[in-house]
């Protein structure tokens, strides 16, 4: 299956696409710049090549699954309506140039909403095991994602258009996700503008520890809003 995620024209030369053999490489160039991991507390830091090779074998393993149950939901169902999956199987953001070729420029992750407001650690299990225990396309359930791009292509609009085409081609249609809570570091103004413009709505400032440091973040959220 050729899946990928078509931007709008401002941005037509990108697209998302599953992760692909030897993406390990571009994952360790994107998280090993500081720039980059220092912004994103699950990440490890030094970020190393072993980190990558298992970050996309992880990725490429719910990918590869995700869109094997797709081919099959999409086979036997008979009416026009997909039916729900549990991930999104696109990832990683390309640049395609006028050749043809593509050069990896990004990643976004989706999962099951991260819960960094909920500070006492039981209560937050609870919520976490709550959530994660929710059907496949039970509107209820909180998201979450994650997304990096490279610092050079940082300004021009991109990110702002991925998580676009993420929530709107996939998240709603295909996960029928109508909740996301998103986590970003106070005064990462580029992810919070991004944010914004797709209509999160930020909820709290929260303290909270990350590597042993006392960090602001900012809790950010968006919700599907009835036609």
Known sequence: MNLFCVFPRRTENII???????????????FSD???AGCLYPIPIPFTRAHARAMLR??????????N??????????DNCPKFVGGCPVKCVREVRKDGTDVFIGYITVHRGVYADVQD????????????RKTVGDPSIRWSFRNVLLPSYHGQGIMTAAISQIVHAWIVPRM???????????GNTGSERVLEK?????????????????RKVNHMEWRLQAA
């Not at 650690?121 to 994660?132: A, D, F, G, L, R």
């Open 16 to 30: 998302i696409t599953p992760p692909r053999a030897g993406d390990d490489e571009h994952l360790f160039t994107l």
């Open 34 to 36: 500081l720039r980059v």
């Open 58 to 67: 992880e990725a490429k393993d719910e990918a590869d699954a995700l869109l």
């Open 69 to 78: 149950e797709i081919r099959s939901l999409d086979t036997e169902h008979v």
């Open 121 to 132: 650690e039981i209560e937050c299990q609870i919520v976490v095991e709550e959530n994660n």
């Open 176 to 186: 029928n996700g109508r909740y996301i809570a998103v986590f970003t570091f106070s």
């Open 198 to 214: 797709n209509g999160f709505v930020r909820m709290a400032v929260l303290e909270i520890a990350i590597r042993g440091e006392k």
